[in-house]
């Protein structure tokens, strides 16, 4: 039961355009949201969090929104570059769970010059 | 910068063999976790520690055991290695749970087992 879900595995976007990542889940227990990215040959780093009580987080070039209704949410590049270029995976955290996270399949964003 | 170690990033092993995998890290973290990640699949947790000497299961834990006398170090071991326990390894760490801590992975060990 992938309680996660990426649906996407590939993006491909323009160098300057808008990248957009989507996740879902079906856990309303969920309480906060992370995504990471990771390139080939390294580990996850983490990019950006929102916890369950925002709707929006910003950093940078990077937005994460929050649709609890929906039970989604979107990871937003603004501008893309081509360093973007990598595996982004979205996790999510339960309520009363500890450190431990669930995570999405994956999506590889490739960014064009 | 927080820094988790894995000892090995390619390790290639036959089927049958106990393998055992070592993370160490150095931000005196309590959590870590040992993940393997495979195309499709995302990331699977294996299983977990909130402190020395004690574990938890995580979501696919058949195959695996782990342990943890030291609170830097996490060891993944597989008893008895077989063909679909080959895959990347990735282990993490976190303080404890706090809103907004985010786990810090290692690089990973690719492992192939033949």
């Known amino acids: 039961d992938q309680q996660v879900k990426q649906n996407s595995p590939s993006l491909s976007v323009q160098e300057g355009r808008i990248s957009i990542l989507n996740c879902d889940y079906t856990n309303s227990m969920f309480d906060y949201f992370l995504w990471y990215k990771k390139y080939p040959a390294e580990g996850p780093t983490f990019l950006i969090s929102i916890s369950s009580i925002k709707d929006k987080n910003e950093d940078g070039r990077f937005t994460v929104f929050l649709n609890k209704s929906a039970k989604h949410l979107s990871l937003h590049i603004v501008p893309s570059q081509p360093g973007d270029s990598a595996v982004y995976f979205c996790a999510s955290r339960g309520y009363n769970q500890g450190g431990k996270l669930i995570f999405g399949q994956g999506t590889e964003l490739s960014v064009k010059p | 910068d927080v820094k988790v170690t894995q000892s090995s990033r390619y390790l290639v092993k036959r089927t049958g063999e106990k393998v055992f995998l070592e993370c160490v890290q150095d931000?005196?973290?309590?959590?870590m976790f040992w993940y393997r990640q495979d195309p499709g699949l995302g990331l699977r947790l294996i299983y977990f520690?909130?402190?020395?000497?004690?574990?938890e299961k995580g979501d696919i834990p058949e195959g695996y055991s782990v342990s943890r006398e030291k609170k830097e170090r996490f060891s993944l071991i597989l008893e008895s290695a077989s063909t679909n326990q080959t895959s990347m390894y990735l282990c993490a760490s976190s303080t404890p749970d706090r809103v907004g801590q985010p786990q810090h992975f290692g690089d990973g060990t690719r492992l192939s087992i033949l």
């Open positions: 520690s909130y402190d020395v000497k004690m574990k």
């Open positions: 931000m005196d973290h309590e959590n």
